[in-house]
């Protein structure tokens, strides 16, 4: 049984920012916006299979949901209690329609600038921005974020309650306003981009693509601040991680560790410009977007994984641990020194480095958060693999496959194991 919304695709992903933002304005509330949406949609789908052409999908929604919510504001309260005010309501809706009409912000930048209100903590902040920007419903965020439907729709509620507690009536912030939120915007989006990079390696509809609607949003946010560094920094990085996507499953579906990727499958043009975002950041600034475009940048442009820059990885890693020193930084970066290790000629000196690494990865993947602890945890089973511990590194990604969240990595993680991927 098919997805109707997931089957209207590309319009779908285009029209729902529109959607939520026009209605949002119109009502008020983030989540009578979404609600009406939805129903609009709902709607949409069932009269593109049945009756006339829709024309624009977003201005038949957006008029759709504005007459529901008229409707039950009507049916909600006695013609002579809310006569009055349902009519400066009406009188002022074209007012505000050409004021949102009129604004040059992209709708999903809009959006997520509200979304991403400093009131509200930063799960809640991916969660509504995942919700109202790229219209992903429940359970896909659930799915997306590794959680039970329940906890993302609990997350979700409190969000909205947050923001309709902070801020009230629906606006859009004003341009200080968005300058001093640029910085959770652009994590937000990061935040998106790595859902789908690790999670999302075969995107099957352009509902699926987080990937590719982060790099739009990305494109959006570089009109908008084309020379803020950290901005072309996050689009470096989009486009580098999305150029090297191609080949990273093999014919079974199962994951391909980087040392054994087809580099020939990447996308050589979106390289070329991520990397000229990454040099143009580079000109401008040092913050984490910055360092993290240098380090794609080393990996996308080395001609194999043997004659990649390990020295200049581990130090841009270094360098990203002070400015944003997160666990899953310190796990990359012992990641790339250990490549660096085991490329280098055998010694004392290249044993004591892979002992060490081994002992800081064990120490993360006992302490970190979950998502860092279960990286590192796939970094020892790698690291005891390629040192010819195999019975050691079966045993660990035997264990790991029924752990990490995507079908992909659980069959590298089986093939490794000796098992059945197909079980």
């Known amino acids: 049984m098919t997805d109707p919304i997931a089957d209207l695709g590309e319009d779908f992903v285009d029209a729902w920012p529109r959607i939520v933002r026009a209605l949002a304005a119109y009502t008020g509330s983030v989540d009578d916006a979404q609600e009406y949406a939805a129903e609009a949609v709902?709607?949409?789908?069932?009269?593109?299979?049945?009756g006339p052409p829709l024309g624009s999908l977003a201005a038949w929604c957006i008029a759709v949901g504005k007459r529901a919510f008229i409707d039950d504001r009507r049916r909600a309260a006695t013609e002579q209690r809310h006569a009055q005010q349902l009519a400066a309501?009406?009188?002022?809706?074209?007012?505000?329609?050409?004021?949102?009409?009129?604004?040059?912000?992209?709708?999903?930048?809009?959006?997520?600038?509200?979304?991403?209100?400093?009131?509200?903590?930063?799960?809640?902040?991916?969660?509504?921005?995942?919700?109202?920007?790229c219209g992903l419903d429940v359970p896909r965020i659930a799915a997306h974020l590794g959680v039970q439907p329940s906890a993302a729709?609990?997350?979700?509620?409190?969000?909205?309650?947050?923001?309709?507690?902070?801020?009230?009536?629906?606006?859009?912030?004003?341009?200080?306003?968005?300058?001093?939120?640029?910085?959770?915007?652009?994590?937000?989006?990061?935040?998106?981009?790595?859902?789908a990079h690790r999670d999302v390696l075969d995107p099957r509809t352009p509902l699926d693509d987080l990937g590719r609607q982060?790099?739009?949003?990305?494109?959006?946010?570089?009109?908008?601040?084309p020379d803020d560094a950290e901005v072309r920094g996050l689009r470096a990085v989009i486009r580098l991680g999305l150029a090297r996507r191609p080949g990273r499953l093999d014919e079974t579906g199962a994951a391909v560790p980087l040392d054994e990727v087809d580099r020939r499958r990447w996308d050589r043009r979106l390289i070329e410009a991520g990397l000229d975002d990454a040099a143009a950041a580079a000109e401008r600034?040092?913050?984490?977007?910055?360092?993290?475009?240098?380090?794609?940048?080393?990996?996308?442009?080395?001609?194999?994984?043997?004659?990649?820059?390990?020295?200049?990885?581990?130090?841009?890693?270094?360098?990203?641990?002070?400015?944003?020193?997160?666990?899953?930084?310190?796990?990359a970066r012992l990641s790339a020194e250990m490549h660096r290790a085991l490329l280098a000629p055998p010694s004392g000196e290249r044993t004591a480095r892979l002992r060490s690494v081994e002992r800081e990865?064990?120490?993360?993947?006992?302490?970190?958060?979950?998502?860092?602890?279960?990286?590192?945890?796939?970094?020892?089973?790698?690291?005891?693999?390629?040192?010819?511990?195999?019975?050691?590194?079966?045993?660990?990604?035997?264990?790991?496959?029924?752990?990490?969240?995507?079908e992909p990595v659980r069959r590298f993680c089986l093939a490794r194991a000796g098992a059945d991927p197909a079980r």
């Open 42 to 50: 709902a709607r949409a789908v069932a009269q593109a299979g049945d």
């Open 89 to 133: 309501e009406l009188a002022t809706a074209t007012d505000e329609d050409a004021a949102v009409v009129a604004s040059s912000l992209d709708d999903r930048v809009a959006l997520l600038f509200v979304a991403c209100d400093p009131a509200l903590t930063e799960q809640a902040r991916l969660v509504l921005a995942l919700r109202l920007v």
């Open 153 to 195: 729709a609990a997350r979700l509620t409190r969000a909205k309650r947050a923001l309709a507690e902070a801020r009230g009536r629906f606006h859009v912030p004003e341009a200080p306003e968005r300058r001093v939120r640029l910085p959770v915007v652009l994590a937000s989006v990061a935040g998106m981009f790595t859902v």
């Open 214 to 225: 982060s790099l739009s949003i990305a494109d959006a946010l570089v009109a908008e601040y």
């Open 285 to 331: 600034g040092d913050g984490r977007f910055v360092l993290e475009a240098a380090i794609a940048g080393l990996h996308s442009s080395a001609p194999s994984f043997a004659a990649t820059d390990w020295n200049r990885v581990v130090e841009f890693y270094r360098a990203l641990e002070r400015v944003w020193g997160a666990p899953s930084v310190a796990v």
């Open 361 to 406: 990865l064990g120490a993360l993947a006992e302490g970190a958060a979950p998502y860092a602890a279960l990286d590192a945890r796939l970094a020892l089973a790698d690291l005891a693999w390629r040192t010819g511990r195999r019975d050691e590194a079966s045993s660990e990604y035997s264990r790991l496959a029924e752990l990490v969240p995507t």
